[in-house]
């Protein structure tokens, strides 16, 4: 393994005072905390950015790297500790989040190790998240989901990724974005510790036809002129089948009819349909329906940017 | 059957996140996090399982940077309106886009 060079990593020289350390660390911290940074591989350099701190901060663990440093670390080289190295400072650090490298491990002898021994018990498993794609149709009644995914687990010392695959049955009214949590299905815990728990993250999949605001629907129904002027009676499409719907004459484009109770699901009840009238032209129209056209607009006496005139 | 839950208490979570109650009751004290029950005792507080992922980063902040709760609380109010924004932003293009014709 490489020797990592935990002065560099904070960009402090090695002589530097912990208050300086401490700055340093800090500072990059915030620069590559995941919480703050969406970019790829900051996670990487945050977890590198803490271990360095979690070393230097210790003036025990601090010293025996310095002396592991003096017997001939470099970053570029590879790196083994001495024959019949133990440290004495690895227990009762701090609970950090991430893994440690297996250089910091090599030295202070493996972090969940260490913790576990000083708390005196087990430590509770990973929570495990996953997106749970749903159909809007889904979302109108319970509905049971195949559900596969992978969880961590440590077999002969060793860090790998065991494959799950569950039935869950998803509630009526779900909606976008809520977490779902299943009870003790995520990573197991370590010593007495209880698994995690596992969160589907439901992401309702865009549909072709509706639009979802909140728990209602919106459709845009699209019309024609004569239909918009004159009225009409039109079949339009709901999640649950197909229903009839009166337009008012002189109906306008972007107006809104609603449907009470043909939305989706909540556990408040059902929500609305909207259909959003568009008054569509046909593409093509022959001659004998352009002079149809052409006798409206010398008759209808309409001036549709009347308004403009005005502000003018 | 598995057992699902769209709620968790605050028991739970100090429990899970390995954290002292008193967080907990710091981060609803600056609403970090609002409790959608508050009957019985402190640990049966029960909380929308939407708000975990914020708990958790917000643990993860004060832990990892040593942030103060306020701190935390105004970055995660401004992280929650750039989500709902964006949210927001993406429903509103798709309806647009059902109106607009190619030209």
Redo the contacts between chains.
């Keep these: 393994m490489e020797f990592k060079d935990y002065y560099q990593t904070l960009g402090v020289a090695p002589d530097a005072e912990v208050k300086d350390i401490k700055i340093a660390y800090?500072k990059l911290?915030?620069k590559y905390?995941p919480?703050?940074n969406p970019d790829a591989g900051a996670e990487d350099k945050?977890k590198e950015v803490?271990e360095a701190w979690e070393v230097l901060k210790d003036p025990g663990r601090r010293a025996e790297y310095d002396e592991l440093r003096r017997y001939g670390g470099r970053p570029d080289q590879q790196f083994e500790p001495p024959p019949g190295w133990e440290s004495s400072a690895g227990a009762g650090f701090q609970?950090f989040?991430g893994d440690f490298s297996d250089f910091f491990n090599s030295i202070f002898g493996g972090g969940f190790h260490h913790r576990e021994q000083a708390a005196g018990r087990g430590?509770?498993g990973q929570?495990i998240?996953i997106e749970l794609p749903l159909f809007l149709e889904e979302t109108l009644e319970a509905v049971s989901k195949p559900i596969e995914y992978r969880i961590p687990v440590v077999v002969d010392g060793q860090l790998q990724e065991l494959k799950k695959s569950?039935?869950?049955?998803i509630?009526a009214g779900i909606s976008?974005?809520?977490?779902?949590?299943?009870?003790?299905?995520g990573a197991p815990g370590r010593g007495e510790g209880?698994a995690?728990?596992l969160?589907l993250h439901v992401r309702l999949v865009?549909h072709p036809l509706f639009?979802?605001?909140g728990h209602n629907l919106?459709v845009?129904v699209p019309i024609a002129p004569w239909e918009a002027a004159l009225g009409a009676k039109i079949t339009v499409p709901t999640l649950s089948g197909k229903i009839s719907l009166t337009v008012a004459p002189n109906s306008q484009s972007?107006q809104k009819l609603r449907v009470t109770g043909k939305g989706l699901a909540s556990r408040a009840g059902r929500g609305d349909l909207f259909a959003v009238l568009?008054v569509?032209m046909p593409k093509d129209s022959p001659a004998s329906v352009r002079a149809l056209w052409q006798q409206l607009a010398e008759q209808a006496a309409f001036d549709p940017r009347a308004e403009w005139g005005k502000s003018a | 059957m598995n057992d699902i839950a769209l709620r968790i208490s605050l028991g739970e979570v100090c429990e899970c996140e390995q954290v002292s109650r008193q967080w907990l009751v710091t981060m609803v004290e600056h609403d970090i996090v609002i409790p959608v029950s508050v009957a019985g005792e402190v640990e049966d507080w029960m909380f929308d399982t939407r708000s975990v992922p914020w708990m958790k980063r917000a643990i993860r902040l004060h832990r990892d940077l040593e942030l103060d709760w306020v701190a935390i609380a105004m970055i995660l109010e401004l992280q929650q309106q750039r989500e709902e924004l964006l949210v927001e932003n993406r429903c509103l293009q798709q309806r647009l886009q059902r109106f607009l014709v190619e030209g």
């Design positions: 800090r911290a915030r905390h919480d703050l945050f803490a609970q989040e430590r509770p929570d998240e569950l039935k869950v049955t509630p976008d974005g809520e977490r779902i949590r299943v009870r003790g299905q209880s995690g728990d969160y865009p639009d979802v605001e919106l845009t972007g568009k569509v």
